[in-house]
């Protein structure tokens, strides 16, 4: 990147511009080589060596450390377990600026159906290694089908002690000779010495929303150096602003495009459909900084700023899966909402998107297409830029709101900016008031107790401990952070199925004459089902199923999977 001092208001502003626009392109060229087996990209500031045959990395050498043991690709496990293999290498681009390598392999015999081309590339001066995949169905395919889709960067042994993902989530790992002792999950591990003595270890411990990290990876207080992923943009992941996965964990750097993890929605494309999809590119960064861990992951998230200023990349040309800004156009308006009975209310910071979900489909369940989604700012105003050309539906959705808002038939031009009307949500409600709420309708169970340290091993144990069974919870009185759970498990503690009873107390100034309605708005539900009863009756008036389930979000320590909202009818009486 340029730096540019000029001092206004004499002629030596040009000189200055000058003199430090040079520096980038004085750093040393990428170099390309050749050998029968691997290729080897370099730019003096980092070096990757690439298998031509697997597509896999075997070394990235920064600043005299190996900052990989490997790095791949892969589909699926057990028997349909899938890395690229006999790959055909080719060149994409070789200037003294820039290296694109590519490595495809066809998949027409194997359990996907998928052919998988990695790309790898090197640029003039970066302190890291691009990639992106392209996944292709031709037509002449059978049906084609992938549950996980990653690509895994393992880090060497002992190198970057302290993890980063969130600000809730940074601390050091245990390492190699630290001693852990097995559980009854095999994922999950208990650490006996190190930083982390008396805690638990688990790849989940990490999981987020990538919607709202930029990136997530490694650094070290020793060795002044960090690892991390860094992403320019969201558009290629499945599922939509709320899809989450594993981030990093002990030793590793994940990034999952597809999954079933939280019950992420599968890849599904039909015999006779052409279809193909590009994922990334995305940054696998090295960075230093002699302050250590802290700074280095300071400097990561201002890459990832830069990162996605830069979407999409100019350097990625003449790849019809990737079209450039001048291909892509922008949709821009105001959203707004009305909520007669929660008239504060407002659209700040609302979660506004375009996808292109099979019909009778949803965008939290959609693997097949891009999806472009940012957030409304303090006046609703909201701006969707580098969106492919195409036919959407415009969603909005919004902390406080149950439900969202759909627009059909928004239209992206290549070049253009649609500007809509303003686009106005009068939230539907199945009732004149409200008369208690417990907890803030926004597709996670955050607020509630334990919503800021969910991410522990064996959490959902703990219930019989802090809750008395059934839990006594009083409207206007109890507080829903302390005195409800965020996760309803069963009361045991274990697996057996003992059932938990929440008893909401409530006072109405006078009875209902006609019908009520409990609205139920579910974060993740798994195998569950909801009785409910009225005034301490023997019988439920009813057993809720809710429609979205799935994800095993409790044990794989999340605070939600998949969103659904259910009604409940109650009938007027004494």
């Not at 006996?192 to 411990?205: I, T």
């Not at 799935?550 to 969103?563: D, M, P, S």
Request: glycine fraction near 8%; proline fraction near 5%; charged fraction near 20%.
């Amino acid at each position: 990147m340029k730096t540019q001092y000029v001092i206004l208001g004499t002629r030596y502003s040009v000189l200055f511009v000058l003199l430090f626009g040079s520096i980038a392109s004085a750093s040393p060229p990428v170099t390309l080589t050749d050998s029968n087996r691997d290729a080897i990209l370099s730019n003096v500031i980092v070096s990757a060596t690439i298998s031509k045959s697997k597509a896999s990395i075997g070394a990235l050498r920064y600043r005299d450390f190996n900052m990989l043991s490997s790095g791949y690709y892969s589909m699926d496990g057990g028997k349909n377990y899938r890395n690229p293999k006999n790959c055909v290498y080719t060149i994409k681009t070789q200037t003294p600026e820039i290296v694109d390598i590519g490595m495809k392999c066809l998949g027409r015999d194997a359990p996907q159906k998928f052919d998988i081309e990695i790309h790898y590339v090197l640029r003039r001066g970066d302190s890291g290694l691009y990639t992106y995949a392209l996944l292709d169905h031709p037509a002449a395919y059978p049906t084609a089908r992938v549950g996980e889709w990653r690509m895994v960067w393992k880090l060497s042994d002992d190198l970057l002690e302290r993890i980063y993902v969130d600000d809730l989530r940074t601390w050091e790992m245990p390492g190699s000779r630290d001693r852990i002792e097995p559980t009854g999950i095999k994922e999950i591990t208990k650490v006996l010495s190190g930083a982390r003595a008396g805690k638990f270890n688990c790849k989940y411990d990490f999981n987020a929303n990538y919607s709202e990290l930029g990136c997530w990876g490694h650094a070290s207080d020793k060795n002044k150096v960090g690892a991390f992923i860094v992403l320019g943009s969201h558009e290629f992941f499945n599922d939509g602003p709320t899809k989450q996965d594993l981030t990093a964990a002990s030793g590793i750097n994940h990034i999952h495009f597809g999954m079933n993890h939280y019950n992420g929605s599968p890849l599904r494309v039909e015999a006779g459909q052409a279809w193909q999809k590009l994922y990334g590119p995305f940054l696998l960064y090295c960075n230093n900084d002699s302050r250590g861990g802290d700074a280095c992951w300071a400097d990561a998230k201002a890459r990832a700023k830069t990162e996605e200023v830069g979407w999409p990349y100019r350097w990625l040309t003449g790849n019809l899966a990737y079209p450039s800004a001048a291909e892509r156009g922008t949709v821009a308006g105001r959203f707004a909402i009305k909520d007669r009975l929660k008239p504060r209310l407002t659209s700040a910071n609302a979660w506004i998107g375009l996808a292109q979900p099979s019909p009778g489909g949803n965008w939290q369940s959609d693997s097949l297409h891009y999806q472009y989604w940012t957030k409304a700012d303090a006046e609703g105003k909201f701006t969707v830029a580098n969106v492919r050309r195409g036919h959407y539906t415009l969603y909005a959705f919004a902390d406080g709101a149950v439900g969202e808002f759909t627009q059909a038939d928004v239209d992206i031009n290549a070049g253009q900016t649609t500007i809509l009307n303003d686009l106005i949500w009068n939230v539907p409600h199945r009732g004149n008031r409200i008369a208690w709420e417990i907890g803030i309708p926004d597709r996670t169970a955050k607020e509630f107790r334990h919503g800021n340290d969910y991410f522990q091993g064996y959490l959902w144990t703990n219930v019989a401990k802090e809750f008395a069974n059934p839990l006594e919870y009083t409207v206007g009185k109890s507080d829903w952070s302390k005195d409800w759970n965020y996760a309803q498990a069963r009361y045991s503690g274990g697996y057996s199925p003992t059932t938990h009873t929440w008893r909401i107390h409530f006072t109405l100034s006078e009875a209902p004459t006609s019908e009520s309605v409990l609205t139920l708005a579910i974060a993740s539900a798994d195998r569950a089902r909801i009785r409910v009863v009225v005034n301490g009756d023997a019988r439920p008036i009813a057993e809720v199923s809710p429609s979205v389930q799935g994800g095993n979000a409790l044990v794989r320590e999340g605070i939600h999977a998949k969103y659904c909202v259910e009604y409940v009818k109650i009938p007027a009486g004494p």
